[in-house]
């Protein structure tokens, strides 16, 4: 203890942090931290494991909910669900003081789970009519259960804070704009408006680290939905149609042109096409076929020049095909997050200091996208940053044999629980403490 302290007073010192932190203090909530989670983490990996096992999509995370609801209200918060369809509101007064909001996302993704955990998903459910297995394959399980844990070290400490505690369950993060139906259904009037914003994400890093930016700290999103009309016909005789998939095809290799001859080389730019649906028989040429995909970029200049060249080339690829022009969907599901600078500076330096060499400031934004961004731009100072969650011995055993690991999205992604989830509630709950400690 006494060279932790010493650590600590040696952290805050040269980073110089303030509003009546000190070592002591800070090294004795870290303490407190720890044996609460030490307490309730059985239980906790359970959630986890049960969670996780059972994933929903977006505005269908009906059970999903309802676990989450009954877990805060045997904490004592008072619950309301059916925020944005299948969202949730939990708030805890603590005396008068600020209003601290945490989010947790609900929702997971249609992939069939190739992790082999014990616990793994055999869960389906309907996506646009048909049925399809579903994953918690960006992580939101390990968020969620560090949410649920964090309340808990709060409620456990809550001699040490005043303010309300506002933690939002969210649907649909997933390209299905549950933060806006939420904001649209009136969270931020039927309920306190937060005077700070708090939400964490895990990735392919190491576990025990966190990391960390001031102002934008991910990419923008807007995703596209491409249908081609050619005119069917018979496989052997292509020459009596025009080729729907032909153009898909084409136009997946010729958009990339956008990204290599038009976007500045200097600016972060992606467009990615990851879904694309044409025919049922291979000897059979469809009239239609659908492409879907993702834009991702980190100024407006740069994603307004993709969203021309993708809708352009689109175009030009049914013109050079002699066929009807394309119908063209265009949605922008998220903006970039941007972190408030004052917030990030208490909240990054609480966390340095706890942490010490594992926390890292992030040297620039992230490529992946998140629409927290909605939060923000509804007037909310927020704090948003990451935790790792793959074995550190694993990760330098892949590189050493120069093969990537599994990261968010993949079939394979599956963070080690424990010090996973453990970091998530540490960092989780310093930085909350920071905001509504008392002085």
């Known amino acids: 203890m006494i060279a932790l302290r010493s650590r600590l007073v040696l952290a805050i010192a040269c980073l110089g942090l303030g509003q009546g ?75 008068p003081g600020p209003t601290v909001m945490v989010r947790t996302e609900l929702d997971a993704l249609p992939l069939l789970e190739k992790t082999g955990l014990p616990y793994a998903s055999t869960f389906k459910q309907l996506l ?36 309300t505690l506002m933690f939002i369950g969210q ?23 937060p005077d700070y914003g708090f939400a964490l994400h895990v990735g392919p890093g190491p576990f025990g ?21 050619g005119k069917g016909g ?3 005789r292509p020459h009596t149609t025009i080729d729907p998939v032909m153009m898909a095809a084409r136009f997946i290799v010729e958009v990339q042109s956008v990204i290599s001859r038009e976007k500045d080389a200097n600016r972060f730019g992606v467009v ?5 649906q044409a025919g049922n028989a291979g000897n059979v040429i469809p009239d239609t076929a659908t492409l879907r995909g993702t834009i991702r970029s980190y100024d407006e200049p740069t994603r307004a020049k993709l969203i021309q060249g993708v809708e352009r080339t689109a175009r030009a690829t049914a013109m050079m095909s002699g066929a009807a022009e394309p119908e063209i969907t265009m949605v922008g599901s998220a903006k970039a997050v941007i972190n408030d600078a004052a917030l990030t500076q208490r909240s990054g330096a609480a966390l340095k200091a706890a942490f010490g060499d594992k926390a890292r400031l992030m040297p620039e934004p992230g490529s992946a996208s998140e629409d927290y961004s909605e939060f ?48 998530g509630v540490q960092a989780m709950a310093l930085v909350v ?7």
């Open 171 to 193: 649907p649909a993060e997933e390209g299905g704009g549950g933060a806006k139906a939420m904001v649209a259904d009136g969270l931020f009037t039927r309920f306190p408006k």
């Open 234 to 236: 018979h496989g052997a």
């Open 376 to 423: 923000v731009m509804a007037g909310v100072p927020s704090f948003y940053f990451g935790i790792g969650g793959l074995d550190p011995r694993q990760m330098a055993e892949a590189a050493a044999k120069r093969i990537p690991v599994p990261g968010n999205h993949s079939p394979e992604f599956a963070p080690v629980p424990g010090p996973t989830i453990r970091t």
């Open 128 to 163: 646009r009519g048909a049925e399809t297995p579903v994953m918690h394959a960006c992580g939101h399980d390990i968020h969620m259960a560090a949410w649920v844990a964090a309340a808990k070290v709060l409620l456990d400490m809550k001699d040490q804070w005043n303010g």
């Open 272 to 276: 990615t096409v990851g879904a694309v």
């Open 433 to 439: 403490l920071e905001v509504l400690q008392k002085r």
């Open 21 to 95: 932190a000190n070592a002591a203090d800070l090294a004795a909530s870290k303490a407190a931290i720890e044996r609460s989670l030490d307490a309730q983490y059985p239980h906790i990996e359970a959630l986890y494991k049960d969670i996780h096992a059972h994933p929903e999509l977006g505005f269908q995370e009906t059970r999903t909910a309802a676990r989450l609801a009954a877990e805060m209200r045997t904490l004592g918060f008072e619950v309301t669900e059916g925020v944005a369809k299948t969202g949730i509101v939990a708030l805890y007064r603590n005396g």
């Open 209 to 229: 680290y966190v990391s960390y930016k001031p102002g934008v700290i991910n990419s923008t999103a807007d995703s596209f939905s491409i249908t081609f009309t």
